[in-house]
């Protein structure tokens, strides 16, 4: 068995024991705070969409779109050496592009869908340079610009473009009504799960991913990407813009994220409300998880994604009168910070079964050193 | 006017605890991001010590609660310490994880207890009520809060710490060269839990000192809205230095006061929009942190899990 | 006679995962002597002293003082047995004060807080005594390589060390300051107290040792007293043939020039002022051209500046007559400039890449090796394949092995294939040989040949004065970040090329030769 | 049983007249009467939570009441995310785990109705606050099921009296703190700023108000010190018209020595001596009276019907008149009594545009923050 399939084995067990023990202690959990109703409630969330078919799958489908896409974000930056907490923010300006361009120009859902990628690589830019040319850390700079984000999409929507916030919602208008035009067919599939946004958007996740995954492994680009991501020193060397790479990982993660929110509001799933300014949008903080599961394998982040939303989705069904809705976030929060540790546990499985062939691999390189001598 | 003094010292003193928290620990070597979720858990327990005791004598309502905060906020930071130094994990991402555990864990708590206190139905809010009197004084036409007073003694005394003893010397090696504090015998794994469990206090007291003089109602569900993420600002702002943190404390303070109490001063003709206000501060450090951190003094070694093995 | 020895490791054996660094070791030092350890690098010396310092725990054997066994798990014992270490690596905080550093981790104290005065006071009466300079309150950074070694050695003379353990201390320095050292030391011993002194340099040894335990991949060989042996003898138990110390080749015959450097000038990162001064001078065609000079001179800084790692701030680089000071290093590299660097793990090699990824690391972007913004993994790995095979890259899988896990000598003939297979008009090659055993030096020194013979141009940074002497034809010595002189190895003699990099001997460089 | 931590519990959540029907599932005429074992009334709630102190909470501790007073098992759902479609899937849930009647707070809930209506053809929803032009499905307004019963109240008229009552009070420096700009606090917001011009144009006084949403139905520190900008001001009384959002007014009278006013029920027992009155809405009321009618089987009468609730109806709206809930000094109870009449026989009207800002005269000057 070579290195690679190896590693993509360990990464897998790896990942999996992080659920496992998540969901362990998520049950440990019900179990304290209403012991009867515990296995009930477990099942509920592992049964996640499927315990309401088909309309809990469909939307649980709608909703692993944009976290496929906030996970990519997050991973692709990984893979770069950039942590990009800014995905949140990212996601909240690609709304306003997708609504601007749907509700205000009645363009066409992909044009809207590009509007949003704009505007979400405009916003993953700025920390970029900020990196790159103030050496800030992008980390601050990305939660920053999550808060001035949120602020700004607000006001935009709500105080300075007429014709976006509908006072009767209290949310932006409906596209249905707005502009049917602007939403993502749904190629049937809402009749399917008897839902009004399960649309092609996942499809159109998945095949970015794969996107992403052949850049990242197959092309000059992605090796340069990666080269920074691993040593930045060397990639200078090399001859590679370090600078720019950053800029542009940075840019194209906040692209990704963008497109995540064009996905969500231009499927018609939500509409957004200018309003509440306390809080960032989930799916863009869910994000960081999601990537951390799938240690940052683009393929990875699609199962990943849809685990997260599967078990969000289902947490939605525990029974109100034993379990408060936050339980499930708190158990996601849970197994987040299990995958905090999903490097970690994969080290300790690799130990297991590394330590004999690196002695070879010493060895003949110690045996080459005699026959030469 | 007297407003805008109250609100500025009373932002500043909690952006400077925190700030100085996330001084500690990265002095020591140990980024810390948690710090949102710290100050959400360290006001928590506050909280719940001025709900359960209502009726202790206010000097010991007062001393109780602030050491739970603190207390608490050294428990939450060991799960940190815990990844980030035993564990070896990615700092800011063990960090990260502990601010969306945090406010999770704030509001079940809260809602937990809640239930239990009016044998409700799930109809518990994540909201504690709690008086607040024993922390406020009036001087004259000021009102200030016991907080500031116990922020500018800790301010001076992390000051002394960190620069006048030999804790502080050995702290700071561990956050430069974690091999040379190894190799004369400084064990830098417990000295980066120091560090980190100091900021743990501060944070936590900085939480506290966040939620309770500012009102009397608290909605978990906000956590601390974002004010653990503008104390690094401060801190960075502030080089990792205790005086120029306060002072950056300060700046960011004067800011987040106007976006609350504009449109009742001079400016209010400006008409501008609180979503403005709210930016203001965000994008101020933006821009200070673009001139500041080409020459950062960041601790070298901040980040870097140490290894004993490793050459 | 009980307890002759004051420090006693018997049968030390130390492994590191997929290694042996230690083999069943044992080393036995006398009160007062000097006591000499020797091996080649990678040879477990290190190693051996960390132990013994409680930096490492050895997987089994046993240490006596005054013969009492003894644990030592961290430097901590070590230091309450009055054990201490100056490590190859300093072991210095930069941002510290020189007395901060000296106090650190005994500080002393008056109440709660630092009272510094008494500690600074026996610092300057220790520096006194044996003659060890040092500004207690400048800080690391701003002092030169020489101070800061003298930090480390008043470090433990200040914790009234009685065992003092050096761990290459004399690399750094020049022969002037070595002999400083040397006198320093004996002064030591006739104090009582006992130094382990570890070093690749022979003549070191029989100046000062009174005994000499030699080391060979690990394994013990023997201890010898130095009033009975020679340098042969010794280098043979070292590496257990004789070495042929100098390098065979033949007089270069230098073409038209390659690169001409008029005036340049690089800011330095440290301190203010410039690391690189206005400096002038060119390489022909078939000849190795080596700047010599003591570490931290501003040579790292030059070769940046010429590689392009870092802005010039004055002054012009001419390469094959065109000028390139503001090109980028692809262009540079492009335009046949191969660079080895001065740290292969900083920037040579991407660790986490596989030794075919970091094959390619210079051209990947060829249409060799790229279509359509593509790479060609099937060339890649064939080339990769071809390199591994003529530069006999050894390792545990192939060219799939992840760089990390090779040894640094197999890590750095990756490179050298890398750069040499570039076939570039100059090789810039900065400390090649650096921590790798006599083999490889040997190999990489007659590839540095080959090139120079194939009638390429080589421009060599060395900190060893032998590989200074040895390969190259023309000397330049830098100092301050100047050029000082220029020598011809076959005339010129160790010590006097010591007295230019010392700075105490200069003359004008001709910038055309 | 039902409460909560500061929610009120629903005996003084419903104003005057109705306090009869609250808990009379028996007292019915024709049509057979249900049996409650068989029956499960579901609440959903909307974007908020059933602790917001505001519509969910009160919808909520309603169905708690009845429920616990007729023996009909109850369980509120809160959608997964704020969209139509988890809506859906939680009437669907609730359904598919027996809820006969569904009981639903808010415009919000229009297009799940008129989703869901055709789907469940024998289900009942009852929905509080909302109007027929929310019922849409994709962007065409449809008419009403036999099933579904929905009802909004003209919020204006509280707001009215409120603003009416504290300037005749001789307060001239006023406020309004909204919660979320939802159509019923703008209501309640708007009807205030009409009462206030009202009264001011009658006794010729010079009024200034201070009008502001604070985007959220929880008080907090922001909020907190803004209002203490306000009252330090000068502002004498402020209309804290938003759930929770009342806790920091409060905390910032404290401090100035200012008043407040409640919303939607008495909220005396809350804010305590500093409130000055509430602008009461009786969402129980209609509540109870849909749930009796479904359980006494007459639910035919209210069945397919969007009902506008307010005086004209009914006690449906009001300030408290109970002596320790009067708050005023000069305002008597015979001029309170004036204007309901008024307001009743039509010669009061009051806009319930939401639109734009009600015009006021020249005694009155608004300064709407945003
Ligand atoms: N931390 C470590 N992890 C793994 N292997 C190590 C470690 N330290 C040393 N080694 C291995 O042990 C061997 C001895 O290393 P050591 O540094 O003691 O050699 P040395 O004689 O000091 O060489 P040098 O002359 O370069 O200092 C080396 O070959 C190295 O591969
Ligand atoms: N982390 C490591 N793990 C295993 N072997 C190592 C490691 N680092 C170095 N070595 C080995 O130790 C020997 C000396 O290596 P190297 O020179 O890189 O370390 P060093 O002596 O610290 O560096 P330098 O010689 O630049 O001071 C080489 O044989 C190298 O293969
Ligand atoms: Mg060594
Ligand atoms: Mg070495």
Same mark, same amino acid.
């Given at each position: 068995?070579?290195?690679?399939?190896?590693?993509?084995?360990?990464?897998?067990?790896?990942?999996? $024991?992080?659920?496992?023990?998540?969901?362990? @202690?998520?049950?440990?959990?019900?179990?304290?705070?209403?012991?009867?109703?515990?296995?009930?409630?477990?099942?509920?969330?592992?049964?996640?969409?499927?315990?309401?078919?088909?309309?809990?799958?469909?939307?649980?489908?709608?909703?692993?779109?944009?976290?496929?896409?906030?996970?990519?974000?997050?991973?692709?930056?990984?893979?770069?050496?950039?942590?990009?907490?800014?995905?949140?923010?990212?996601?909240?300006?690609?709304?306003?592009?997708?609504?601007?361009?749907?509700?205000?120009?009645?363009?066409?859902?992909?044009?809207?869908?590009?509007?949003?990628?704009?505007?979400?690589?405009?916003?993953?830019?700025?920390?970029?340079?900020?990196?790159?040319?103030?050496? @800030?850390?992008?980390?601050?700079?990305?939660?920053?610009?999550?808060?001035?984000?949120?602020?700004? $999409?607000?006001?935009?929507?709500?105080?300075?473009?007429?014709?976006?916030?509908?006072?009767?919602?209290?949310?932006?208008?409906?596209?249905?009504?707005?502009?049917?035009?602007?939403?993502?067919?749904?190629?049937?599939?809402?009749s399917i799960f008897r839902t009004s946004s399960t649309t092609i958007a996942i499809f159109i996740a998945i095949a970015i991913a794969v996107i992403i995954y052949i850049v990242l492994n197959k092309t000059t680009f992605g090796y340069e990407l990666k080269a920074c991501g691993f040593n930045k020193d060397a990639a200078k060397y090399a001859g590679i813009n370090e600078k720019r790479n950053v800029v542009l990982s940075m840019t194209i993660a906040g692209a990704l994220a963008g497109i995540g929110a064009g996905l969500y509001f231009l499927s018609g799933a939500s509409e957004w409300n200018p309003q509440v300014s306390t809080a960032l949008p989930a799916i863009g903080f869910n994000g960081i998880p999601v990537a951390l599961l799938a240690l940052s394998n683009p393929i990875g982040v699609i199962f990943a994604a849809l685990f997260v939303a599967h078990i969000s989705v289902g947490g939605a069904y525990l029974p109100t009168k034993y379990y408060q809705p936050e339980i499930a976030d708190l158990i996601v929060a849970v197994i987040i910070y299990l995958c905090a540790f999903v490097t970690l546990f994969k080290g300790i499985v690799a130990n297991l079964f590394k330590s004999k062939k690196e002695q070879k691999a010493n060895a003949n390189a110690d045996n080459g050193k005699e026959e030469k001598k | 006017m007297f407003l805008l003094i109250k609100f500025t010292l009373l932002y500043a003193v909690v952006l400077m605890l925190v700030a100085m928290g996330g001084m500690f620990s990265e002095r020591s070597g140990v980024i810390n991001i948690a710090l949102e979720g710290i100050m959400a858990i360290g006001g928590l327990a506050g909280v719940f010590v001025l709900v359960l005791f209502p009726d202790l004598p206010a000097p010991a309502l007062v001393a109780l609660s602030i050491l739970a905060s603190a207390v608490s906020g050294m428990i939450y930071s060991l799960l940190l310490g815990f990844s980030a130094i035993t564990l070896k994990a990615d700092q800011t991402i063990g960090g990260t994880a502990l601010n969306m555990l945090a406010t999770a864990i704030a509001i079940v708590l809260v809602k937990a207890f809640n239930n239990g206190s009016d044998a409700g139905n799930g109809a518990a809010s994540a909201k504690l009520n709690y008086t607040n009197a024993a922390f406020i004084y009036k001087i004259g036409p000021f009102t200030v809060n016991i907080f500031l007073f116990i922020g500018i003694i800790l301010l001076i005394c992390s000051y002394v710490f960190l620069f006048k003893t030999k804790w502080g010397l050995r702290l700071r090696a561990c956050g430069e060269h974690p091999q040379a504090a190894d190799s004369v015998g400084i064990n830098v794994y417990q000295w980066r839990y120091t560090g980190v469990i100091i900021s743990g206090a501060l944070g936590g007291i900085g939480g506290f000192a966040y939620i309770v003089p500012s009102v009397t109602t608290w909605n978990f569900e906000v956590g601390v809205a974002g004010a653990g993420f503008l104390a690094l600002a401060v801190m960075i702002f502030g080089q990792w230095k205790p005086f120029h943190i306060a002072g950056a404390a300060v700046f960011f303070a004067v800011f987040r006061s106007l976006a609350n109490i504009a449109d009742s001063t001079v400016l209010s003709h400006l008409g501008l929009s609180k979503n403005i206000y709210s930016m203001m501060p965000f994008i101020a450090s933006m821009i200070i942190l673009a001139f500041t951190s080409k020459n950062s003094q960041a601790p070298k070694a901040e980040g870097i899990p140490y290894d004993k093995g490793a050459r | 006679?009980?307890?002759?020895?004051?420090?006693?490791?018997?049968?030390?054996?130390?492994?590191?995962?997929?290694?042996?660094?230690?083999?069943?070791?044992?080393?036995?030092?006398?009160?007062?002597?000097?006591?000499?350890?020797?091996?080649?690098?990678?040879?477990?010396?290190?190693?051996?002293?960390?132990?013994?310092?409680?930096?490492?725990?050895?997987?089994?054997?046993?240490?006596?003082?005054?013969?009492?066994?003894?644990?030592?798990?961290?430097?901590?014992?070590?230091?309450?047995?009055?054990?201490?270490?100056?490590?190859?690596?300093?072991?210095?905080?930069?941002?510290?004060?020189?007395?901060?550093?000296?106090?650190?981790?005994?500080?002393?104290? /008056?109440?709660?807080?630092?009272?510094?005065?008494?500690?600074?006071?026996?610092?300057?009466?220790?520096?006194?005594?044996?003659?060890?300079?040092?500004?207690?309150?400048?800080?690391?950074?701003?002092?030169?390589?020489?101070?800061?070694?003298?930090?480390?050695?008043? /470090?433990?003379?200040?914790?009234?060390?009685?065992?003092?353990?050096?761990?290459?201390?004399?690399?750094?320095?020049?022969?002037?300051?070595?002999?400083?050292?040397?006198?320093?030391?004996?002064?030591?011993?006739?104090?009582?107290?006992?130094?382990?002194?570890?070093?690749?340099?022979?003549?070191?040894?029989?100046?000062?040792?009174?005994?000499?335990?030699?080391?060979?991949?690990?394994?013990?060989?023997?201890?010898?007293?130095?009033?009975?042996?020679?340098?042969?003898?010794?280098?043979?138990?070292?590496?257990?043939?004789?070495?042929?110390?100098?390098?065979? /080749?033949?007089?270069?015959?230098?073409?038209?020039?390659?690169?001409?450097?008029?005036?340049?000038?690089?800011?330095?990162?440290?301190?203010?002022?410039?690391?690189?001064?206005?400096?002038?001078?060119?390489?022909?065609?078939?000849?190795?051209?080596?700047?010599?000079?003591?570490?931290?001179?501003?040579?790292?800084?030059?070769?940046?500046?010429?590689?392009?790692?870092?802005?010039?701030?004055?002054?012009?680089?001419?390469?094959?007559?065109?000028?390139?000071?503001?090109?980028?290093?692809?262009?540079?590299?492009?335009?046949?400039?191969?660079?080895?660097?001065?740290?292969?793990?900083?920037?040579?090699?991407?660790?986490?890449?596989s030794i075919e990824q970091n094959m390619v690391l210079q051209r990947y972007w060829q249409p060799e090796f790229e279509s359509f913004g593509f790479i060609k993994s099937k060339a890649v790995r064939e080339y990769a394949e071809r390199l591994i095979e003529q530069y006999d890259v050894r390792s545990g899988q192939g060219p799939v092995t992840i760089t990390r896990s090779m040894s640094g000598g197999n890590q750095q003939k990756a490179i050298i294939a890398r750069e040499i297979d570039k076939d570039p008009d100059l090789l810039v090659a900065v400390q090649p040989t650096r921590g790798l055993d006599v083999g490889a030096i040997e190999y990489i020194h007659s590839q540095l040949v080959a090139q120079r013979d194939k009638g390429k141009a080589v421009l060599l940074v060395s900190l060893e004065l032998d590989e200074v002497m040895d390969v190259s034809d023309r000397i330049l010595v830098m100092y301050e970040g100047e050029l000082v002189g220029q020598l011809d190895p076959k005339t010129v003699s160790v010590e006097e090329l010591g007295l230019y990099m010392a700075g105490a001997k200069r003359d004008p460089v001709p910038e055309e030769v | 049983g039902c409460g909560s931590s500061n929610g009120s519990s629903s005996s003084d959540a419903s104003t005057g007249a109705d306090s009869t029907s609250a808990t009379s599932a028996s007292a019915s005429t024709d049509g057979e009467k249900k049996d409650a074992a068989g029956e499960k009334i579901a609440m959903i709630t909307d974007s908020g939570d059933i602790t917001d102190e505001s519509f969910n909470q009160i919808t909520w501790e309603t169905v708690c009441a009845y429920g616990d007073a007729n023996g009909v098992e109850y369980e509120y759902y809160k959608p997964a995310e704020d969209t139509d479609e988890e809506r859906i899937n939680s009437i669907d849930l609730a359904v598919s785990e027996g809820a006969t009647v569904v009981v639903m707070p808010g415009y919000l809930f229009g297009p799940a109705i008129a989703e869901e209506q055709d789907t469940y053809p024998d289900v009942t929803f009852i929905a509080v606050d909302v109007t027929e032009g929310d019922i849409v499905k994709n962007g065409k307004a449809v008419d009403l099921g036999k099933n579904v019963y929905i009802c909004s109240f003209e919020e204006e008229q509280a707001g009215y009296l409120a603003g009416y009552a504290a300037v005749k009070d001789g307060y001239t420096s006023l406020g309004f703190l909204g919660g979320i700009a939802v159509p019923a606090v703008i209501r309640f917001g708007y009807g205030y700023v009409q009462g206030i011009n009202a009264a001011a144009e009658e006794d010729g006084v010079d009024v200034n108000v201070k009008y502001y949403y604070g985007g959220q139905f929880y008080g907090d520190d922001s909020i907190t010190a803004r209002m203490e900008g306000w009252y330090a001001d000068g502002t004498q009384v402020v209309f804290a018209c938003g759930g929770g959002i009342w806790t920091s007014a409060l905390d910032a009278a404290e401090t100035h020595d200012g008043k407040v006013i409640g919303v939607d029920v008495d909220q005396r027992s809350k804010i305590g001596e500093r409130c000055l009155t509430s602008a009461m809405k009786g969402l129980p009321s209609a509540i109870n009276n849909a749930l009796d009618s479904y359980f006494s089987g007459n639910f035919s009468e209210l069945g397919g019907t969007a009902q506008q609730l307010g005086l004209k109806d009914g006690d449906y709206i009001g300030l408290p008149t109970d002596s320790e809930s009067w708050g005023f000094t000069t305002f008597t109870q015979d001029q309170y009594e004036t204007v309901l009449a008024g307001i009743r026989d039509g010669s009061i009207e009051i806009s319930s545009d939401t639109e734009n800002q009600p015009e006021v005269g020249s005694h009155v000057t608004v300064d709407y923050i945003s």
């Amino acid at each position: 068995m070579n290195e690679k399939t190896k590693n993509a084995l360990l990464s897998i067990v790896a990942s999996l $024991v992080c659920i496992v023990i998540g969901l362990l @202690v998520g049950f440990i959990i019900l179990y304290c705070i209403n012991a009867e109703n515990a296995v009930d409630g477990f099942t509920r969330i592992i049964k996640g969409g499927f315990y309401l078919k088909p309309k809990g799958i469909g939307s649980e489908i709608a909703q692993s779109a944009p976290l496929i896409m906030t996970g990519l974000s997050v991973a692709f930056a990984f893979k770069t050496g950039l942590f990009n907490i800014g995905a949140a923010g990212q996601y909240t300006v690609g709304v306003f592009g997708a609504l601007y361009f749907a509700i205000i120009l009645h363009m066409p859902w992909y044009v809207c869908l590009l509007a949003a990628m704009v505007c979400g690589a405009i916003w993953g830019a700025v920390p970029g340079i900020f990196k790159a040319y103030f050496n @800030v850390n992008e980390v601050i700079t990305s939660i920053m610009f999550n808060w001035i984000g949120l602020y700004l $999409v607000n006001e935009l929507m709500y105080n300075t473009i007429p014709g976006m916030y509908d006072q009767k919602t209290t949310r932006t208008y409906k596209l249905s009504s707005a502009s049917p035009k602007s939403l993502i067919p749904d190629c049937g599939m809402n009749s399917i799960f008897r839902t009004s946004s399960t649309t092609i958007a996942i499809f159109i996740a998945i095949a970015i991913a794969v996107i992403i995954y052949i850049v990242l492994n197959k092309t000059t680009f992605g090796y340069e990407l990666k080269a920074c991501g691993f040593n930045k020193d060397a990639a200078k060397y090399a001859g590679i813009n370090e600078k720019r790479n950053v800029v542009l990982s940075m840019t194209i993660a906040g692209a990704l994220a963008g497109i995540g929110a064009g996905l969500y509001f231009l499927s018609g799933a939500s509409e957004w409300n200018p309003q509440v300014s306390t809080a960032l949008p989930a799916i863009g903080f869910n994000g960081i998880p999601v990537a951390l599961l799938a240690l940052s394998n683009p393929i990875g982040v699609i199962f990943a994604a849809l685990f997260v939303a599967h078990i969000s989705v289902g947490g939605a069904y525990l029974p109100t009168k034993y379990y408060q809705p936050e339980i499930a976030d708190l158990i996601v929060a849970v197994i987040i910070y299990l995958c905090a540790f999903v490097t970690l546990f994969k080290g300790i499985v690799a130990n297991l079964f590394k330590s004999k062939k690196e002695q070879k691999a010493n060895a003949n390189a110690d045996n080459g050193k005699e026959e030469k001598k | 006017m007297f407003l805008l003094i109250k609100f500025t010292l009373l932002y500043a003193v909690v952006l400077m605890l925190v700030a100085m928290g996330g001084m500690f620990s990265e002095r020591s070597g140990v980024i810390n991001i948690a710090l949102e979720g710290i100050m959400a858990i360290g006001g928590l327990a506050g909280v719940f010590v001025l709900v359960l005791f209502p009726d202790l004598p206010a000097p010991a309502l007062v001393a109780l609660s602030i050491l739970a905060s603190a207390v608490s906020g050294m428990i939450y930071s060991l799960l940190l310490g815990f990844s980030a130094i035993t564990l070896k994990a990615d700092q800011t991402i063990g960090g990260t994880a502990l601010n969306m555990l945090a406010t999770a864990i704030a509001i079940v708590l809260v809602k937990a207890f809640n239930n239990g206190s009016d044998a409700g139905n799930g109809a518990a809010s994540a909201k504690l009520n709690y008086t607040n009197a024993a922390f406020i004084y009036k001087i004259g036409p000021f009102t200030v809060n016991i907080f500031l007073f116990i922020g500018i003694i800790l301010l001076i005394c992390s000051y002394v710490f960190l620069f006048k003893t030999k804790w502080g010397l050995r702290l700071r090696a561990c956050g430069e060269h974690p091999q040379a504090a190894d190799s004369v015998g400084i064990n830098v794994y417990q000295w980066r839990y120091t560090g980190v469990i100091i900021s743990g206090a501060l944070g936590g007291i900085g939480g506290f000192a966040y939620i309770v003089p500012s009102v009397t109602t608290w909605n978990f569900e906000v956590g601390v809205a974002g004010a653990g993420f503008l104390a690094l600002a401060v801190m960075i702002f502030g080089q990792w230095k205790p005086f120029h943190i306060a002072g950056a404390a300060v700046f960011f303070a004067v800011f987040r006061s106007l976006a609350n109490i504009a449109d009742s001063t001079v400016l209010s003709h400006l008409g501008l929009s609180k979503n403005i206000y709210s930016m203001m501060p965000f994008i101020a450090s933006m821009i200070i942190l673009a001139f500041t951190s080409k020459n950062s003094q960041a601790p070298k070694a901040e980040g870097i899990p140490y290894d004993k093995g490793a050459r | 006679m009980e307890n002759e020895y004051i420090i006693e490791m018997l049968n030390i054996t130390k492994e590191f995962p997929g290694i042996k660094a230690n083999d069943n070791i044992t080393l036995q030092l006398k009160k007062g002597e000097i006591h000499a350890l020797l091996g080649e690098n990678g040879a477990g010396k290190s190693t051996l002293m960390s132990i013994l310092f409680g930096l490492y725990q050895p997987t089994s054997g046993i240490i006596k003082k005054n013969g009492q066994e003894v644990h030592i798990n961290t430097p901590n014992d070590a230091n309450d047995l009055n054990i201490g270490m100056v490590h190859q690596h300093f072991k210095l905080v930069e941002c510290f004060s020189v007395l901060d550093n000296i106090i650190l981790g005994v500080e002393p104290t /008056k109440g709660l807080f630092l009272e510094k005065k008494n500690a600074r006071a026996k610092v300057m009466e220790l520096s006194e005594k044996y003659g060890l300079m040092v500004d207690p309150d400048a800080l690391i950074s701003d002092i030169t390589v020489g101070m800061q070694q003298r930090t480390e050695i008043l /470090k433990m003379l200040y914790r009234d060390n009685e065992v003092l353990i050096f761990d290459e201390p004399t690399a750094v320095l020049t022969p002037q300051e070595i002999d400083e050292l040397m006198k320093i030391m004996k002064n030591l011993a006739k104090e009582g107290k006992s130094i382990l002194f570890i070093t690749h340099k022979l003549n070191e040894i029989m100046e000062v040792a009174d005994r000499c335990t030699i080391l060979r991949k690990g394994k013990y060989i023997g201890t010898v007293n130095i009033s009975e042996t020679s340098k042969e003898e010794l280098s043979r138990m070292m590496v257990g043939r004789n070495v042929s110390f100098s390098v065979n /080749k033949k007089p270069s015959k230098p073409g038209d020039t390659v690169l001409k450097v008029e005036h340049m000038t690089v800011p330095s990162k440290v301190h203010g002022n410039n690391a690189v001064k206005d400096v002038s001078f060119n390489v022909r065609k078939g000849e190795i051209v080596c700047i010599a000079g003591i570490d931290g001179n501003g040579q790292s800084e030059f070769v940046q500046g010429l590689t392009g790692l870092e802005k010039v701030s004055g002054g012009k680089i001419l390469f094959n007559g065109q000028d390139i000071t503001k090109a980028s290093i692809r262009d540079r590299s492009k335009m046949g400039m191969s660079h080895i660097p001065e740290d292969r793990h900083k920037h040579g090699l991407v660790l986490d890449y596989s030794i075919e990824q970091n094959m390619v690391l210079q051209r990947y972007w060829q249409p060799e090796f790229e279509s359509f913004g593509f790479i060609k993994s099937k060339a890649v790995r064939e080339y990769a394949e071809r390199l591994i095979e003529q530069y006999d890259v050894r390792s545990g899988q192939g060219p799939v092995t992840i760089t990390r896990s090779m040894s640094g000598g197999n890590q750095q003939k990756a490179i050298i294939a890398r750069e040499i297979d570039k076939d570039p008009d100059l090789l810039v090659a900065v400390q090649p040989t650096r921590g790798l055993d006599v083999g490889a030096i040997e190999y990489i020194h007659s590839q540095l040949v080959a090139q120079r013979d194939k009638g390429k141009a080589v421009l060599l940074v060395s900190l060893e004065l032998d590989e200074v002497m040895d390969v190259s034809d023309r000397i330049l010595v830098m100092y301050e970040g100047e050029l000082v002189g220029q020598l011809d190895p076959k005339t010129v003699s160790v010590e006097e090329l010591g007295l230019y990099m010392a700075g105490a001997k200069r003359d004008p460089v001709p910038e055309e030769v | 049983g039902c409460g909560s931590s500061n929610g009120s519990s629903s005996s003084d959540a419903s104003t005057g007249a109705d306090s009869t029907s609250a808990t009379s599932a028996s007292a019915s005429t024709d049509g057979e009467k249900k049996d409650a074992a068989g029956e499960k009334i579901a609440m959903i709630t909307d974007s908020g939570d059933i602790t917001d102190e505001s519509f969910n909470q009160i919808t909520w501790e309603t169905v708690c009441a009845y429920g616990d007073a007729n023996g009909v098992e109850y369980e509120y759902y809160k959608p997964a995310e704020d969209t139509d479609e988890e809506r859906i899937n939680s009437i669907d849930l609730a359904v598919s785990e027996g809820a006969t009647v569904v009981v639903m707070p808010g415009y919000l809930f229009g297009p799940a109705i008129a989703e869901e209506q055709d789907t469940y053809p024998d289900v009942t929803f009852i929905a509080v606050d909302v109007t027929e032009g929310d019922i849409v499905k994709n962007g065409k307004a449809v008419d009403l099921g036999k099933n579904v019963y929905i009802c909004s109240f003209e919020e204006e008229q509280a707001g009215y009296l409120a603003g009416y009552a504290a300037v005749k009070d001789g307060y001239t420096s006023l406020g309004f703190l909204g919660g979320i700009a939802v159509p019923a606090v703008i209501r309640f917001g708007y009807g205030y700023v009409q009462g206030i011009n009202a009264a001011a144009e009658e006794d010729g006084v010079d009024v200034n108000v201070k009008y502001y949403y604070g985007g959220q139905f929880y008080g907090d520190d922001s909020i907190t010190a803004r209002m203490e900008g306000w009252y330090a001001d000068g502002t004498q009384v402020v209309f804290a018209c938003g759930g929770g959002i009342w806790t920091s007014a409060l905390d910032a009278a404290e401090t100035h020595d200012g008043k407040v006013i409640g919303v939607d029920v008495d909220q005396r027992s809350k804010i305590g001596e500093r409130c000055l009155t509430s602008a009461m809405k009786g969402l129980p009321s209609a509540i109870n009276n849909a749930l009796d009618s479904y359980f006494s089987g007459n639910f035919s009468e209210l069945g397919g019907t969007a009902q506008q609730l307010g005086l004209k109806d009914g006690d449906y709206i009001g300030l408290p008149t109970d002596s320790e809930s009067w708050g005023f000094t000069t305002f008597t109870q015979d001029q309170y009594e004036t204007v309901l009449a008024g307001i009743r026989d039509g010669s009061i009207e009051i806009s319930s545009d939401t639109e734009n800002q009600p015009e006021v005269g020249s005694h009155v000057t608004v300064d709407y923050i945003s």
